[in-house]
């Protein structure tokens, strides 16, 4: 099964979740947006739309969010699996007729994640760990598309995860990232972070040696599970290792 990876930004790889993915026999195709004006041809049995630093609704500066905001269209027209993070679920619930904005207070480093009533029965969540932390940076959030479901909350931002109808994915939180690709992103802060959060480096960094082992293992999880949702896999046995211990025209 091939599946279409949009990458806004160089910085933001699909990382730990991709490996799993191919582990699970996926091949990814990736459009890095900063370097291809239009994504790849082919014929693809999913779409799954990565982070960036910019807003959703910046299409004069970034040309490619309209166009993968088609893509989300179509690929949702076509019946065919999404998945988005940070970025990508603010693209996702934009193309289903939401607005994204900035959100009170950004997100910025590991944050315990909870479980809604309605995550129970869903075949990706359905048994995630209550508290378990996962990478946050972002600065916007958005309001819930027309008919979708709230999965995974927390105190600060509660629309960490969501699901459109039976097989479109919103995560904000990056359950993708390794620690390399965390300590990349501290190289690149800017001056607000830095007065802000003068101390987010060290804290990030304790936050990744205590968090990031739990967080690959959802990323595993997340792989598998997705993956089952393509029309073409071969369903995989789920390991629960990280779990209890109207769209616009």
């Not at 989300?72 to 970025?87: D, M, S, T, V, Y």
């Not at 129970?120 to 209550?130: I, L, Y």
């Not at 990349?184 to 987010?200: D, F, G, Q, R, T």
Request: glycine share 6%; net charge negative; aromatic share 10%.
């Amino acid at each position: 099964m091939n599946i279409l990876v949009v990458q806004n930004s160089s910085l933001d790889p699909i990382g730990i979740f991709g490996e799993h993915l191919i582990q699970q026999g996926a091949q990814l195709t990736t459009w890095l947006t900063e370097e291809q004006p239009a994504p790849p041809n082919g014929d693809y049995s999913g779409l799954i739309v990565l982070g960036g630093p910019m807003n959703a609704h910046e299409d004069q500066k970034f040309l490619h969010l309209s166009q993968t905001v088609d893509l989300i269209r179509k690929f949702h027209r076509e019946e065919k699996p999404i998945l988005g993070i940070c970025l990508g679920a603010q693209l996702i619930a934009r193309a289903f007729g939401s607005t994204v904005y900035p959100h009170r207070v950004p997100e910025l480093g590991f944050s315990p994640i909870y479980a809604t009533r309605a995550a129970a029965q869903d075949p990706c969540v359905g048994d995630f760990a209550d508290g378990l932390s996962i990478m946050q940076w972002h600065f916007d959030t958005f309001e819930l598309p027309v008919g979708a479901t709230r999965l995974l909350t927390n105190q600060v931002c509660p629309n960490q995860a969501y699901r459109v109808s039976d097989n479109v994915y919103g995560f904000q939180f990056h359950f993708e990232v390794t620690p390399e690709i965390v300590m990349s992103w501290l190289s690149m802060k800017n001056e607000w972070i830095e007065a802000n959060y003068p101390h987010l480096d060290e804290e990030i960094k304790a936050q990744a040696e205590l968090y990031s082992q739990r967080s690959a293992q959802f990323a595993k999880t997340m792989a598998i599970r997705w993956l089952n949702l393509v029309p073409s896999a071969i369903a995989v046995p789920t390991s629960t290792d990280t779990h209890s211990s109207e769209i616009a025209a």
